[in-house]
């Protein structure tokens, strides 16, 4: 199988043109609207007429229409709300609609890459408000087409024509299906100005509940991640990483590797000097390239290796202190202030109470299911790679700089990722498998064994919270201070040194326009841990120490943690945040009451189990947990979880309901258990017997999930259900246990506090 022939086609511009003015029997709507390109499209684009152009939407001859998903699907569900925001705007029979990844578009530009879809980014949060806001064009540009193609011979003007589940109908009840007029419409000129967006009251495919397009693929097994992916001559390369990155290979010797039958080659890979984290190779390697991938293993584990250690000798537990240190010291400056409304000191010093704490959280891995992994075929006059990456362009990027090739002689095909979380935004596999690949002369598939994943992350950096609030005589919170120390993911990634707390602290976090005084400051440390964005940041690890800090509040007032929320809250009203940017106390507290009806507050006192409230803003998007917890001796069980969304309109409430669930399970997850511990500078973990993942016993047996329906510009919702969740479950672990939880992982602290 070549791996440029099976995934992608490259077709000329005079092959188009001669196509375009025969026998196409399809309508392919892309991007650029009947303009010939020459990318690589996939082949579900290419049907017997064979033209290629930045497909979005093709509606074959047969009705069957096809469209093109232009992000990454870690597991968020994009691959089915965004096709379906393109299939509503066309009015498409969404059970004859297929859905095809599309792979990373970009063209030549004066030798410099321009990217055809835009945003291509997976896992962020971004991928809907993104699509909604440029990709509704596109279907209506379609359905525009088909109209003009219908109109003549159904004899009635277009204007008077409805599209309906993939025909055009006349007011006398006369219909054509989409397949029927696609070749026409192929022929029209496309408009020349925007066309005119559906209103919401004629949605037919956005609000209404869909399965993911994937799913009987996945659970079948039929589903083909990047490590299915093979070419038919394909070596497979396995590493072993220095556990040092400024380590080195004292003694090698390759004798006994290269006897292994099927082992091809022993090659040496070291970080390029100049080149920022995360687009190079992360530490010094070992690769051994094997006809397959059990020859592989064997032949590492024959390498006679030692590694010599670098200058680096640093612990998790020294880190910590150094942390602790930071934010204890009244008199140290903070790197960044990140957010100083009021006069925090004078309304301080006339304050009626005050509350302080501190909250410690450990540094975490990724633990992506699929591992770390890469295809890819390198040579004179391309490259072409099945990579799981969350950001296509800027694995084009390394590949582009490691083989000085075009920009449209890099192929990146990107099947459904298994989980990212943030890691595979960086691209020091692609990096290796690119160097590895071009050192033989056939396709080479690196493929990272579990110990190698979990021990060479780009980690999330432990952090210590300081806070420090005051209230006057009304319980109002007139003061609120936060200090906050963590190692900046951004560090060593050519980002100006006034901008690295960006990764750490969102400056609009709550209760940033709620209290009148109120300052965040960031103090940066150096670290010698590689560090990288994880799922959630900043938000995670910060609305575990606010929200935390909040229920400590209230009981320092002896008050009901909801009825201290709500009063923070105030009266529904829209707050400016800065960088446009609006806090809807309303919607806030909504979502806090939605949780608190379903999980019955209203027995926060009297109930023997544990009750446990939160919520958190995310750029537009409003989230509440309610957790009820109980204790059979030093056994915690979660009872029940209920989490309420308020994300503007929703595309997909199934795939809503879906996500917000499955963040919640994995900010449970690592909130109970996950810990990453390092000492003379190397991780101390290795598998999932020492990272351990929640058990289902440990986890609640649903999550119910309440969708707030809404009318604005949908907000992003891959990690929304991670941030409440945590300091959810630890103040509902307080009040079933009297125990706070202040550092995490929470039940390691919880058994030794008992």
Known sequence: MSLQNDNTMQLSRRRFLQVLAGTAGALIVGIRVAEATDLPVPPAFLGDTLYGLGAYVRIDADGNVIIGARDPDTGTGTATAVPRIIADELDADWNRVSVVPMGLGVEDDNSKPRWIYGHQTGGLGDSIPAAWADLRQIGATARWLLLQAAAPRLGVPSDRLRCEAGNVIAPDGRKLGYGELAEAAAKIAPPTSPVTLKTPDRYTLIGKPAADVDARAIVTGQAAFALDNYAGDTLVAVLSHCPWTDGSVESLDTSEATTVKGVVKVLQLKPEAGIALGQTVRAPAVAVIAENTWAALQGRAKLKLKWKAGSQNESSAWFEQQATDLVNDKNAAPTTRVRNDGDVDAAGRKAARRVEATYVQPWLAHATAEPMNC????????????????????????????????????????????????????????????????????????????????????????????????????????????????????????????????????????????????????????????????????????????????????????????????????????????????????????????????????????????????????????????????????????????????????????????????????????????????????????????????????????????????????????????????????????????????????????????
């Open 375 to 754: 295809l890819v075929r390198v040579d004179k006059d391309g490259a072409t790679l099945v990579v799981p990456t969350q950001a296509p362009q800027q694995a084009w990027q390394v590949v582009q700089r490691l083989t000085g090739l075009s920009p449209s002689q890099i192929t990146i095909n990107v099947p459904r990722v298994g989980g990212g979380y943030g890691r595979r935004l960086d691209h020091d596999y692609v990096a290796e498998a690119v160097m590895l690949a071009k050192e033989v002369d056939k396709p080479v598939k690196l493929m990272w064994t579990r110990d190698e994943d979990l021990a060479q992350d780009y980690y999330r950096s432990a952090s210590v919270h300081k806070f420090s609030a005051t209230l006057d005589g009304k319980r109002q919170v007139v003061s609120w201070n936060q200090r906050m120390a963590s190692a900046s993911a951004l560090a060593q990634r050519g980002i100006p040194d006034n901008r690295l707390w960006v990764s750490e602290v969102d400056a609009h976090q709550l209760p940033a326009g709620l209290v009148p005084n109120l300052r965040n400051d960031w103090y940066g440390l150096p670290s010698v841990m590689p560090r990288g964005f994880a799922r959630g940041m900043p938000h995670v690890s910060n609305a575990f120490a606010v929200e935390s800090f909040v229920d400590e509040i209230a009981h320092s007032l002896k008050e009901d943690p909801l009825v201290t929320r709500l009063r923070l809250i105030g009266e529904p009203r829209q707050i400016p945040l800065g960088n446009d940017r609006v806090l809807d106390t309303g919607r806030l507290a909504n979502v806090l009451k939605l949780v608190a009806d379903r999980i019955e507050w209203k027995n926060w006192l009297r109930t023997v189990n544990g009750l446990g409230i939160a919520c958190w803003y995310v750029d537009g998007a409003y989230v509440a947990h309610a957790i009820e917890t109980s204790l059979q001796g030093d056994r915690l069980n979660i009872e029940r979880v209920v989490c309420a969304v308020d994300v503007g309109r929703v595309i997909n409430p199934a795939g809503l309901e879906g996500q917000v669930a499955g963040a919640t399970l994995d900010a449970l997850s690592s909130a109970l258990n996950l810990q990453v511990t390092y000492k003379d500078s190397q991780i101390q973990q290795h598998n999932w017997k020492d990272y351990p993942l929640a058990s289902m016993a440990q986890l609640p047996d649903t999550t119910d999930v309440i969708v707030v329906p809404g009318d604005g510009n949908p907000a992003g919702a891959s990690f929304l259900g991670m941030p409440s969740a945590a300091p959810a479950l630890a103040n509902a672990v307080f009040r079933v246990s009297a125990v706070r939880v202040r550092r995490l992982p929470l039940l390691k602290e919880m058994l030794r506090m008992l």
